[in-house]
T-cell receptor, first 110, second 114 residues
Framework: SQQGEEDPQALSIQEGENATMNCSYK?????LQWYRQNSGRGLVHLIL?????REKHSGRLRVTLDTSKKSSSLLITASRAADTASYFC??????????FGGGTRVLVKP | DAGVTQSPTHLIKTRGQQVTLRCSPI?????VSWYQQVLGQGPQFIFQ???????GRGNFPDRFSARQFPNYSSELNVNALLLGDSALYLC?????????????FGSGTQLSVL
C-alpha cells in the first residue's frame, strides 16, 4: 500500500513558471523525502525534511512540511525543460524502508 | 566513482520461469534495498539487507528472495514468475541503515513476463 499520495497526478507548465506538488501521508513520520525519476529509470534524492522542520530549501527547490495536516509540498521555482520528470514523496520507517506515493508527472514545455 | 549498477537492464521471461537480478552498491555502502515499480505507480519496498543480514521485508510472497554477498553486492530472485511480476526492479544502496538515510538508486532492471 502507498503511504503518500501526490497531488496533482500530472502537471504541465511553461519553462520559467513555478511547479507545485503536494503529498499527503497517513501515519506519523520521522522524516519525509522527495525523489525525482526521469523516464522510468532510477530515482534521485532531492531533499529530506525532518518532522521538526517546517520548511527547507535546496537551490530552486522548496519543501514544506505540516505534520498536523500530514502533508508536504514541493515547489520548483523557475522551471526548466530538464525538470521534466516524475516526482515522488517518500516516508521513512525502520531500516531503509521507504514508502512512496504514486508520484506527480511534471512536463515543462520549452 | 561508479554509482549503483544493476544487471541486466532488460529481461524477458515467460510465466513459471525463475529470474535473478543483480546489484552492485556504491563502494563503501553496506546497505542494499530492493524495490518493485509497476508502470504508473511509485516504488514498493521488497527487501533490505545490511551487513549481509536481512533487515526488512515488504509485503511480497515467498517467491521473492534475496541475499547479500561479502562484497555487499546483492541478488534478487523471483521464482514461478507471474504476469503481474512485470515491473521495473530498482536497487538502492546507502552507507548505513536507519530512518532518514539517503538512498542512491540504480537505473533498474525492466522485467517483462509473457
Amino acid at each position: 500500500s502507498q503511504q503518500g499520495e501526490e497531488d496533482p497526478q500530472a502537471l504541465s507548465i511553461q519553462e520559467g513558471e513555478n511547479a507545485t506538488m503536494n503529498c499527503s501521508y497517513k501515519t506519523s513520520i520521522n522524516n519525509l523525502q522527495w525523489y525525482r525519476q526521469n523516464s522510468g529509470r532510477g530515482l534521485v534524492h532531492l531533499i529530506l525534511i525532518r518532522s521538526n522542520e517546517r520548511e527547507k530549501h535546496s537551490g530552486r527547490l522548496r519543501v514544506t512540511l505540516d505534520t498536523s495536516k500530514k502533508s508536504s509540498s514541493l515547489l520548483i521555482t523557475a522551471s526548466r525543460a530538464a525538470d521534466t520528470a516524475s516526482y515522488f514523496c517518500a516516508t521513512g520507517a525502520a531500516g531503509n524502508k521507504l514508502t512512496f506515493g504514486g508520484g506527480t508527472r511534471v512536463l515543462v514545455k520549452p | 566513482d561508479a554509482g549503483v549498477t544493476q544487471s541486466p537492464t532488460h529481461l524477458i521471461k515467460t510465466r513459471g520461469q525463475q529470474v535473478t537480478l543483480r546489484c552492485s552498491p556504491i563502494s563503501g555502502h553496506k546497505s542494499v534495498s530492493w524495490y518493485q515499480q509497476v508502470l504508473g505507480q511509485g516504488p514498493q519496498f521488497i527487501f533490505q539487507y545490511y551487513e549481509k543480514e536481512e533487515r526488512g521485508r515488504g509485503n511480497f510472497p515467498d517467491r521473492f528472495s534475496a541475499r547479500q554477498f561479502p562484497n555487499y553486492s546483492s541478488e534478487l530472485n523471483v521464482n514461478a514468475l507471474l504476469l503481474g511480476d512485470s515491473a521495473l526492479y530498482l536497487c538502492a544502496s546507502s552507507e548505513r541503515t536507519g530512518v532518514g538515510e539517503k538512498l542512491f538508486f540504480g537505473s533498474g532492471t525492466q522485467l517483462s513476463v509473457l
